[in-house]
DNA sequence: CTAGCTGCAAAGCCTTTGCATAAAT
DNA sequence: ATTTATGCAAAGGCTTTGCAGCTAG
C-alpha cells in the first residue's frame, strides 16, 4: 500500500469524493484493474459514482503520471499505480492476469543512440507473455 | 519484401482473390498497418472486399503465426508481418508511428526461471517509447 | 464565488458475429 | 460435391463527449 492520495494531494489535485475512492481502489501492490473493474469497486463506496467520472480520473491519473496505462492486445486497458517503481510485466495470454517483475539491469541502456533513428526515447516497456501457472 | 505469399501457400492456406490482396498489402518491412489501413488499400485493388473479410484474413495469419499484433494505448491494432525476425519496436508517442529496431542480445534471457511466478513464458515484448523525428 | 468536476445519455471507434451466398479444391 | 470463405448489416465492447447542475477551495 502506497501513497498515492498523499502524493496526489501534495500536487494540488482537486479532492472529490468520487476522486478519492478511485484513488483509493487503484492502489496497492499487483493491482492492474480494467476500467470498468475500477468503476465496480468504486460503485460499493459511493454508489452514485458514474462511469464517465471513472474514465476522466483515470486518464486524469495517467497524464499527472501516477498510474500507467496498460495496452493488452484486444481486451480492455488496465491501470497500474505502481508508476514510481520501473518494473516489467508478465501477461496470460489466455486470461489475462498481470503480475509484476523487476528485472535487475536497465532495459534503456539496451537501445544505443545510434539505434535510436533519431527517436527521442522516453521510456521501455517490457512485457513477457505466457501462461499463468492457472491457464497451463 | 519477403515471401509471406509463398509461405502461406506452402502451409496449404486456401487462396482467394481477397486473401492474396491482404497478404499482398501486408507483406514487406517496417509495415505496421491497422485493419482499416488495410482495408483501404485492398480496396484500391479489389473494390468489393469488406471489411468483415479483412478482419478474419487478419486474424487468421496472427493464428498462423505470421503475422503479428501490435497493441498500441487507445489507438487500433497494427499488424506487423514482420513475424519471422525477432525484433522491438520504437513507437511515437504523438503520432503512433512504429519502427523495427534489432537488439542485440536476447530479452527473454533477462528473465530468470526463479522469477517466473510459475508462468509459462512463449514470448517478450520490447517497446521504446518516445517522440520520433519528425514529432520531436 | 467560480473554476472545474460530476452525471446522464448519446455517440464514437474498433471489432466481432450470424447467416445466406459464392467460390476453392 | 463439399468444405470453407465472403459480404452485409447489425450488434457488441470499450471509451469519449456535450451539457446542465453541483461542489470544493
Known amino acids: 500500500m502506497s501513497d498515492l492520495l498523499e502524493r496526489l494531494r ?22 492492474h484493474l480494467t476500467a470498468d473493474e475500477v468503476h465496480a469497486r468504486a460503485t460499493q463506496r459511493l454508489p452514485e ?15 499527472l503520471g501516477e498510474v500507467l496505462e496498460v495496452a493488452t492486445d484486444g481486451r480492455a ?40 533513428f533519431g527517436f527521442v526515447v522516453a521510456e521501455v516497456e517490457v512485457t513477457y507473455r505466457g501462461l499463468c501457472p492457472d491457464c497451463a
Not at 12 to 23: D, E, K, L, P, Y
Not at 49 to 63: C, D, F, H, W
Not at 80 to 98: E, K, R
Not at 99 to 106: F, H, K, P, Q, T
Open 10 to 31: 501534495g500536487r494540488g489535485w482537486r479532492m472529490t469524493s468520487q476522486r478519492r475512492v478511485v484513488a483509493e481502489v487503484l492502489d496497492g501492490d499487483h493491482v
Open 77 to 116: 486497458k488496465r491501470y497500474d499505480p505502481n508508476a514510481h517503481h520501473p518494473h516489467q510485466h508478465l501477461v496470460c495470454s489466455n486470461c489475462g492476469t498481470i503480475r509484476d517483475v523487476r528485472l535487475s539491469g536497465n532495459p534503456l541502456s539496451n537501445l544505443p543512440a545510434d539505434e535510436r
Open 49 to 63: 459514482i458514474s462511469r464517465a467520472t471513472v474514465y476522466n480520473t483515470l486518464g486524469e491519473l495517467v497524464s
